[in-house]
């Protein structure tokens, strides 16, 4: 008879509590194993903070001149053109040439914008058309940066860390986009416009040091030729993908019916009897319930089915917006916010998780181009439906019937595109470290029988 095996001494009381709160918070653990990830994350925290500085002073530095909220959404405005061009023309740049090398010459660009806006501000009378030339030049480099970044990762992290590493970048940009603000403020009542650019040039400085340190990251096979017709087969690429077709449209469609950010003036005064502090706690609330979600990641490697997890999380952003629209206390609108920046901040981690692995590495930067320009362009379109439905309805019926058309383009994509419904995370499976990952749902049978992606299309 074989020796009885020794019980288990019980866990300390409290132990599983503590386990279980730990694996909620974002996994850290990728900075620590990959240093080619730790100085790609730390490069992009740096400029982040940076680029957010900049952000608001030129807001406000626009202000100062003209006295003219106009002229300060004009400035805005004028950015989008160039963002959107340069995103969708820069991933064919991106899938032809050293990713490595293109995010060396972003940062010399991006730096050369800051740093004609810091010699305008150090003028005796500062003018107002490189407020204009330069936010315009450097938003042209900024989805192209955002793309090389984003498709250099799966070089730099293995397969069962990608969900981890997309969490940790998403932590750091909302990381910074509260403490870029809150120090431009300090920095500006107390040192000017000129120092707060300079700032941004010395952390273009600090992540172009970063990417030199970074190993070589060419395209797999070499890269394709860029130009119109890699762009076109970035565009096929996406359209064929079903799971990538899913992820990008039931973003679009939340973006474009539930983004009410345009409304909160309106309600601010309208509905909760405020002024300009109530606007300010309208539009931070989504940040800061942003923020809390992409530090509560934890588990977002270990969900089996992301499709499913963005639909839920979108849902769940639409039925905040709803409550929103509805809610006549401003405490409950807060919250309801609150709650519906952190259902977007964990849907678009999982998004991501789904472009990475179902994008062939020589379309990386084509496919996340695009991505990019979806995510710029959807919540102006947004602003835009949300303002005519309010100015036919008023702003409380724009808000509410926008959360509930979230929710319904939700359904429908879940529908019209079960691969991307049943998409399976093929992290530990299906993915090979180098090579093109696969589509965990087929092409009209079962979930989880894996049928590899078309080759891209050059």
Known sequence: MSARAPRPSPEPRGSGTR?????????????????????????????????????????????????????????????????????????????????????????????????????????????????????????????????????????????????????????????????????????????????????????FGVAFITVTRLPALPPESGGQPAGLASLAGGISYLRSSRPLAGAFLIDLGAMVFGMPRALFPALALTVYHGGATTVGYLNAAPGLGALIGSLLTGHIGRVARPGRAVAVCVVGWGAAITGFGLATWLPAALALLVVAGAADVVSSVFRMVIVQQSTPDAMQGRVNSLVFAGIQGGPRLGDAESGMVAAVAGPQFAAWSGGLLSIATAVVTCWAIPQFYRYRNVASAAVSFAGAPVESADRGGRAGEAEPEPGPVS
């Open 19 to 203: 386990r279980g709160v730990g694996g909620l918070l974002v996994d850290t653990g990728p900075l620590w194993r990959h240093q080619g990830f730790r100085r790609l994350w730390t490069g992009q925290m740096v400029a982040g903070v940076g680029s957010q500085l900049t952000v608001v002073a030129v807001g406000y530095q626009t202000y100062r001149l003209t006295g003219s909220t106009a002229m300060v959404g004009l400035v805005s405005l004028g950015q989008l053109a160039p963002l959107l061009a340069g995103s969708v023309l820069g991933g064919p740049v991106v899938d032809a040439f050293d990713r490595r090398k293109v995010m060396l010459v972003t940062q010399v660009l991006l730096a050369a914008g800051a740093a004609g806006l810091a010699v305008n501000a150090m003028l005796g009378h500062p003018l107002l058309w490189p407020m204009f030339a330069f936010t315009a030049e450097s938003a042209a480099f900024q989805g192209v940066d955002w793309a090389a970044r984003r498709s250099s990762l799966r070089r730099l992290v293995p397969p069962a860390d990608l969900a981890a590493s997309l969490s940790l970048q998403s932590a750091a940009f909302q990381a910074t986009s509260v403490l870029g603000p809150a120090a431009a403020g300090l920095i500006i009542a107390h040192a000017g416009f000129s120092l707060v650019y300079w700032l941004n040039v010395a952390s």
